[in-house]
């Protein structure tokens, strides 16, 4: 085989992005039951004491939103260590791999950075923050070729 570490860390990045997948999924359904249950408070703020059943609805809406979301976020913790580990894994075999590892950092980074930056200026570092994963794509995308990422390709006849 060719590229045998990159094998390995290509099936763990294909098995993360799958995990993220199914954490969207999870995260989705929880936001869903966080709106249904707030909807159930609403209703129930009107009133002046809470059946059986209401009290019930509330606690139990909130009980699977906290699940999903919980499930979600660990899920999507498991998926980012496992691609950390499939690029690590890989970038023993090709350059571009190598790159990618250190732009997933410099995301990670931006991403955390413009969390805490209100107004435009966090807008700005979460769109370079965009750039860096855009920049790992590309690395991942450009893999065994011996060209650079931004060289001009020949068409083939």
């Not at 939103?65 to 499939?86: K, N, P, Q």
């Not at 790159?99 to 435009?120: E, K, M, Q, Y």
């Given at each position: 085989?060719?590229f045998?570490?990159?094998?390995?860390?290509v099936?763990?990045?294909f098995?993360?992005?799958?995990?993220?997948?199914?954490?969207?999924?999870?995260?989705?359904?929880?936001?869903?039951?966080?709106?249904?249950?707030?909807?159930?408070?609403?209703?129930?703020?009107?009133?002046?004491a809470?059946?059986?059943?209401?009290?019930?609805?509330?606690?139990?809406?909130g009980?699977?939103?906290?699940?999903?979301?919980v499930?979600?976020f660990?899920?999507?913790?498991?998926?980012?260590?496992?691609?950390?580990?499939?690029l690590?894994?890989?970038?023993?075999?090709?350059?571009?791999?190598?790159?990618?590892?250190?732009?997933?950092?410099?995301?990670?980074?931006?991403?955390?950075?413009?969390?805490?930056i209100?107004?435009?200026?966090?807008?700005?570092?979460?769109?370079?923050?965009?750039?860096?994963?855009?920049?790992?794509?590309?690395?991942?995308?450009?893999?065994?070729?011996?060209?650079?990422?931004?060289?001009?390709?020949?068409?083939?006849?």
């Amino acid at each position: 085989m060719r590229f045998p570490n990159a094998y390995q860390g290509v099936k763990k990045l294909f098995t993360s992005e799958i995990l993220n997948i199914i954490a969207g999924f999870l995260l989705f359904i929880g936001a869903i039951a966080a709106v249904i249950a707030g909807a159930g408070v609403a209703s129930a703020a009107n009133q002046d004491a809470l059946t059986g059943t209401q009290t019930a609805a509330i606690l139990g809406g909130g009980a699977i939103t906290a699940v999903f979301m919980v499930g979600g976020f660990v899920i999507s913790i498991i998926a980012y260590i496992m691609m950390i580990v499939g690029l690590n894994n890989a970038r023993k075999d090709d350059s571009n791999f190598n790159n990618a590892f250190i732009f997933v950092f410099v995301s990670l980074g931006l991403s955390v950075l413009s969390s805490f930056i209100p107004g435009t200026f966090g807008q700005i570092v979460g769109s370079l923050s965009f750039s860096a994963r855009n920049t790992v794509c590309n690395n991942i995308y450009h893999f065994g070729n011996p060209q650079p990422c931004n060289a001009a390709r020949k068409p083939s006849s």
